[in-house]
């Protein structure tokens, strides 16, 4: 009997969703979830500052929500909907969550776009149906490469004494992507493939960097000097402290990071000049503005965002971060 109403309820709940007009009126507050999967990472902070800022200029509120496994972007999702919320823009922790995303959101009834990271179907391939902003990673990954070998080449590091850390973490699109970029740039300023050492960590953050390529240098002790490239600047600062410990100091490492905020920024501050030689900047003024923006007119305005945004990138180093910075807007 109990489970008869249960399913009766469930049903007439369904069916109600699905009838019901879009959930939105013209005056209807503006109410935009922003989600992301790792909230300690600067990047991440930086995304939602400027998210806020969109959010006090075109005056809808914004609820910011740290979603680290799939169980919490699941909650999120109806949680939004339970707080009143008409969309969500979203990094999400694990790309393969795509379809139960998409349908979560539907169910809802809340415009869906994601940032950063783009969601992939069953098979592997991007959901083309959900607008995106990411970085153009393979152009910027080829930046980072580039960067690395002009540096080596004004140091006069032979190749063949040179071993490259790839920090990986395949099972991301974007990683993979940036990382090969880095790769194909490096291999056609003659950087032999062979001593591109894979380095995967278990987690994108310094932590489990560190620990790929303190594997991997013990590894491989024929090298008389190291460069590292990896997903972010958190990954290549790991290899960077690796390499310290294991007496690879600045004179003897050369890394190139992506994102160019608090954490390259730190590194570049300090006195002496650390392994970690520079950074691809890129904008969390653009992904976490723009995407909020985006999502504004949407909901407001009936306005679509574009299917796809893709951004560039600058290379900065200590000598002048603080400027390019400035330059961007941040
Ligand atoms: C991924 C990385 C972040 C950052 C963004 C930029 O989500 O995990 O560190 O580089 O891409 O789009």
């Known amino acids: ?16 969703a699905l009838t019901a007009s879009p959930a939105f009126a013209a005056d209807d507050p503006v ?25 006090k200029e075109k005056g809808f ?38 379809p139960s995303i998409v349908a979560k959101a539907k169910m809802n009834r809340l415009k869906l776009m994601t940032v950063d990271d783009r969601l992939v179907d069953g098979s592997g391939k991007p959901i083309e149906a959900v607008p995106h902003m990411g970085i153009s990673a ?35 699109p974007t990683a993979k992507d940036r990382t090969d970029g880095a790769i194909t740039a490096l291999t056609a300023a003659g950087f032999p493939k062979a001593n591109v ?45 690796a390499a310290e410990g294991r007496g690879f100091r600045a004179d003897n490492m050369i890394g190139v990071g992506i994102g160019g905020s608090k954490s390259a920024l730190n590194e570049f501050a300090k006195a002496e000049p650390t392994g970690f030689f520079g950074s691809v900047l890129i904008s969390p003024k653009r992904h976490g503005y723009e995407t909020s923006v985006d ?25 002048n971060a603080g400027e390019v910075r400035k330059e961007m807007g941040l």
């Not at 680290?68 to 009143?84: F, R, S, W």
């Open 197 to 241: 050492v894979n380095a995967p960590q278990a987690k994108t953050d310094t932590e489990n960097a560190f620990n790929a390529a303190n594997i991997a240098i013990t590894q491989n002790p024929k090298y008389k000097h190291w460069v590292a490239f990896g997903l972010n600047d958190e990954a290549v600062l790991g290899a960077v402290r």
């Open 138 to 172: 393979s152009k910027i990954g080829e930046q980072v490469g580039q960067a690395i070998a002009d540096e080596m080449k004004k140091r006069g590091w032979k190749p063949e004494e040179t071993g490259a850390l790839r920090i990986s973490y395949d099972q991301l």
């Open 61 to 98: 509120t914004l609820v910011k929500i740290a979603a680290p496994d799939g169980g919490q972007v699941l909650t999120a999702i109806d949680n939004l909907k339970a707080q009143h919320a008409q969309g969500f823009v979203i990094c999400t922790p694990d790309v393969k969550l795509g």
């Open 1 to 16: 009997m109990k489970n008869k109403i249960a399913v009766g309820f469930k049903a007439l709940a369904l069916a109600l």
């Open 31 to 55: 109410k935009i979830g922003f989600v992301v999967k790792q909230p300690e990472e600067p990047w991440f902070q930086d995304e939602w500052k400027y998210a806020e800022q969109a959010a």
């Open 295 to 319: 999502m504004y007119e949407w909901i407001k305005n009936d306005k679509a965002p574009p299917p796809l945004t893709l951004t560039t990138g600058r290379l900065v180093t200590k000598a």
